[in-house]
Every structure is written in C-alpha cells, then in structure tokens.
C-alpha cells in the first residue's frame, strides 16, 4: 500500500465505467446510522464515535455511479522489480461494490497485478470508514485501507500541471488496515511520517477478520490517531515530534499482487505474504467508503501552513522548497502566464514562525500563486490570517478565499518591511470547501514574504 513512484494513467475504459455527474455532500442528518457499536458489521455503518459534532461530508457507495468523480486508478509497477504491477482493468464495480481482482499476466507468468483507487479529494482531520471484505485463502495479496497524500509522482502529470493538485503533499501515511492474505494473518494497523524522511512508528495488530465482511475505521485528531474494526476501538497512537505533522491527505484503497519474496535488495517491500495465487477468484471488495468531520473552533485546517515541511529524499535531493509541500502552484504552458518558479520557500532567520518563509519574487515580470484547497469541511463562519512582508508594488498582491458558496474575498498585502498580519474574517462556507490563495502579479524584483497562515473555524 505504500506510496506509488510512478504515474497513475487513467484508461478511456476505467473512466467511461466511472463516468458520472459530481455527488453532492451528504450532511449529518442524511446519515441515519452514525454512532460506533450499534450496527451489524454486515450491514449498514458503524460510523464515528456519538456526541461529537461529527458530520458526514463524503461517501461513495460504489453503485456505479460516482467512481469516476470520486477516485483515480492506481496503476504503477513500482513493486517486486517489476514483477508485481497495478492496473485499472483489475477494478471494477459489481453489484454495488468495487473489486480489487489478483491476476497474472496471461503471456507472463512471472508477473503479478493487482489494483487500487486514490481518492480526487484531500480529506484532513475526521473520521474514515470502510466495509471490506478480505481474501484470505492463501499468500500473495496484500490489501489495504489508508491516507496518503498522492502528489505527482502517482497522480496524471496533467492534473499537477492543471494547478489541481499540489506537486508534493507525501505528509503522514495513515493505514488504516493492512492484510495480508497469508493463512491466519492478522489485521494491522500503521502510522508513518514521511517529514523530514520516512519512518515508522511500528505496526500494530488488531486481530483477525471475525466476520465475512469487516468494517475499518480511523479517526484522525490532532496529536492522535485511533483504530476501530467493527466499531470497537482497538488501539490509540499519540503523535509526537516528527510525527505530528499535518495536511490533508488522499484516501487510498489498494490490493496489492506480492510475488515470492527473494532478497531486500530485488523487492521493494516485504510484505510477509509472497506466493503467487492460483485462486483465480482472488478479490478484495469494499462496499463503500465514507468520511466525517467536525468543526473545531480555532483548529488550522491547512496544511503546512508555516512552509517548514521539507523532505529529504537522499543526501543531494531535497523537496519543500522548490515547491512548497501541500501548496498547489499552477504554472505555464497549463495556466498562461504563470511562473511556478517565483513562488519558492527558503530558509531565513527572519521566518516568523519557524524557520522558513514562502517567497514571492522573480528577475522579470512575475505571475504566481500558492494555494490550496480544502475538501469536505463542515459549514459554518471562517477566519483566514496570515503575517506578510512586502516591497513596494505597482499592483498589490493579494490573499483570497474562493469556491466557498459566496463571491471571492480577498485583502491587499501592505507595503511593510516589518512582519504585518493580514485578515479576512467571517468567510461563511456553504459549498463543504474553500481555496485559500496568495497572488502575486509583478514587477521585477518585487517581492512578498508570508508565513503562518490559518484557516480557523469561529
């Protein structure tokens, strides 16, 4: 399930199965069955834990309908040297369900494949869910329920280039299960962070699958994350140091072909599951995927909101800076006129929170903007700050609120040598989402400095 290095191309066949109008959010009192420990795993939802304010914001049923709105294919050969590969074809939808299938390439039986979606949206803090059903007659398939941001790397190349997602935004993996399909495995849980570098925080088991379908849940809260199978609470991880980090992040559901196992060196993850199947009904099927959220006064919904995420790939590569890690930057020829380049974080004493700063600044004439955009968040009045510096500008710079149900709103960046906080208060979202940007439309050689910028509910 780990995070894919190469692109996602999506198939004219997988996107005309999934064709679809945009679903509509649901809200709390659309969700009839919300609370933890009341429903029957093989029907209906467990959903998050009562008396918390929680609103369903997201749901897809896999009636057909709405899979090509909500989900992107996997689709990489990132895995086994080769030998273990994901493609669209392996996902389908069949009666009201998608299936993850396991096959083998029919003119190679060396070669492995399964399958998986990534969801279109980023999803931040909340409570996720899924009903699955596992295989688990015999080695070879490792299937799974997580976050993840995408990124470029795993994503369509157009759709970074669209400015509809952020270049890099791999913060914090949360799995929400992990099975392998090896006789008497048990379900797992795990937490990475991928800021400065990759590392664990150990997974942890939760039993084995008791019923034929399963229910998994997480619920994501600042400094803590908690693991629910069939609605009861299994385990609670705080979130300390490097560990607490935090943007919203894509949700993944993912079978994964894992061939036999040779050394460390010819395969990329060891899965524990290495066999290749001879079941040719080898599936993972999950009958809906759903996410709540809750408002939560005084809470910064973005991410990376101080540009201090930087990730070191290996001792000469460094991403974060370049391009800020959970910021989007559209940039020419797929949005004329814009220069992705003057947009940059660097290091400076002078950072008002941390470290370091985003910079705004060219040689020559300049159009950029840095933004993001936040998904399925409850309704309800909002705050947007952030503290600016700013040279003289023939045409000001600007930070903004759009796509929130009203007109765009936005406040000029003033003239100020000296750190200087900047507001627009009262954003009354209606629409369960909102894109906070700063834009820039200038001279050479002029420049802003931001940091610490919030979006806070009232």
Request: net charge negative.
């Amino acid at each position: 399930m780990r995070n894919s290095r190469g692109l996602i191309w999506i198939t004219a066949s997988l996107c005309t199965l999934f064709s679809c109008e945009e679903s509509p959010l649901i809200s709390a009192q659309d969700d009839k069955s919300n609370s933890l420990n009341t429903i029957s795993n093989t029907t209906g939802t467990f959903g998050p834990p009562v008396g918390q304010g929680y609103e369903l914001l997201f749901e897809d049923e896999f009636d057909g309908n709405a899979c090509g709105c909500n989900w992107y294919p996997r689709v990489d050969s990132t895995y086994a040297n080769g030998k273990s590969r994901n493609r669209a074809e392996n996902v389908t939808i069949t009666n009201g369900m998608v299936e993850i299938r396991y096959r083998q390439i029919s003119n190679n039986p060396v070669i492995q494949t399964g399958g998986g979606l990534i969801s279109r949206q980023t999803f931040g803090y909340g409570y996720y869910e899924a009903r699955m059903k596992f295989f688990k007659d015999s080695r070879g398939f490792h299937q799974s329920f997580w976050s993840l941001g995408a990124g470029v790397s795993s994503f369509t190349r157009n759709m970074f280039e669209a400015g509809l997602l952020p270049r890099f935004n791999t913060v914090i993996e949360i799995d929400g299960v992990e099975f392998d399909s090896k006789p008497g495995s048990q379900l797992e849980a795990n937490n990475l962070t991928y800021i400065p570098i990759r590392r664990s925080q150990g997974a942890r088991r939760m039993g084995q699958p008791v019923n034929e379908w399963t229910i998994i849940g997480y619920e994501w809260l600042p400094g803590k994350i908690k693991y629910y199978v069939d609605g009861v609470l299994k385990d609670s991880i705080n979130l300390i140091g490097d560990f607490n980090v935090y943007a919203p992040q894509n949700i993944w559901i993912t079978g994964l072909a894992t061939p036999t196992y040779v050394s460390p060196e010819t395969y990329y993850f060891d899965f524990g599951g290495h066999e290749p199947l001879t079941n040719p009904d080898a599936k993972m099927q999950v009958s809906y995927v759903k996410y709540w959220a809750k408002r939560s006064v005084g809470l910064n919904l973005l991410g990376n909101n101080s540009f201090e995420y930087v990730q070191q790939i290996n001792p000469t590569t460094t991403r974060g800076l370049d391009d800020p890690i959970a910021w989007i930057e559209p940039f020419a020829p797929f949005q004329p006129g814009f220069n992705r380049d003057a947009s940059k974080v660097e290091v400076s004493a002078d950072a008002k929170d941390g470290n370091n700063r985003l910079v705004h600044q060219a040689s020559t004439p300049y159009l950029t903007t840095t933004k993001q955009t936040l998904y399925a968040i409850p309704n309800g009045l909002y705050k947007l700050t952030a503290w600016v510096k700013s040279s003289a500008h023939v045409i000001p710079s600007h930070m903004s609120c759009a796509g929130y149900g009203h007109t765009e709103r936005f406040v000029n960046i003033p003239t100020s040598n000296d750190w200087v906080q900047i507001t627009i208060d009262n954003i009354n979202v209606t629409t369960n989402q909102a894109v906070i940007a700063l834009h820039s439309n200038a001279q050479a050689n002029e420049w802003i400095y931001v940091d610490d910028v919030q979006f806070v509910a009232k």
